[in-house]
């Protein structure tokens, strides 16, 4: 499983791709959670309350840019693959999960949709910090998988 990690990430572009995907989901999960305030100027604040949550959306973002960035070499070299498809599904569904606290904009789901919204708003923000440990462990499992898969698939030398 070594090999496959060190085969993914000794080439430059897969590297700086999975960089890129981390710190842009990075940023995205900690405007939505509300740890970085953009206006009047930057602001990035971090509480002992909510030291715990931030933890997780740092680690949810690097494990969706190392997975995200094996699963497209998986592509690339697999051609065509039910399980590179499954695979891919896993990953946007664990990268996806992690998107789940609301902050801001649970205010304008909640006026868009009234009732439900406010229902929905309510569920994402209470179970906020389990949904993330899902998704966290939904990549990890993607991550295990991809790590088997490529050596398997994929003709390594």
Same mark, same amino acid.
Request: cysteine-free; overall charge positive; hydrophobic content about 60%.
């Given at each position: 499983m070594q090999t496959s990690f060190r085969l993914v990430f000794t080439k430059y572009e897969y590297f700086i791709l999975s960089i890129v995907i981390s710190i842009s989901l990075f940023f995205t999960l900690s405007i939505i959670s509300e740890y970085i305030f953009l206006e009047?100027?930057? $602001?990035? @604040?971090?509480y002992t309350e909510t030291a715990f949550n931030f =933890?997780?959306? /740092? !680690? =949810? @973002? !690097? /494990?969706?840019? +190392? $997975? $995200?960035?094996?699963? +497209?070499?998986? $592509? &690339? =070299? %697999?051609?065509?693959? &039910?399980?590179? *498809?499954?695979?891919?599904? *896993?990953? +946007? !569904?664990?990268? @996806? %999960? *992690?998107?789940c606290s609301c902050g801001p904009i649970g205010f304008s789901v909640i006026t868009t949709f009234g009732t439900a919204g406010s229902i929905a708003t309510a569920f994402l923000t209470n179970y906020e910090i389990p949904l993330r440990l899902i998704s966290i462990g939904i990549l990890i499992i993607m991550l295990i998988t991809t790590m088997r898969a490529i050596p398997a698939e994929c003709k390594i030398n």
């Open positions: 009047p100027y930057l $602001v990035f @604040s971090v =933890l997780l959306v /740092l !680690i =949810l @973002s !690097i /494990l969706a840019g +190392i $997975v $995200v960035s094996m699963n +497209i070499f998986r $592509v &690339k =070299l %697999a051609k065509k693959s &039910k399980s590179v *498809g499954a695979s891919l599904t *896993g990953t +946007i !569904i664990g990268a @996806s %999960a *992690g998107v």
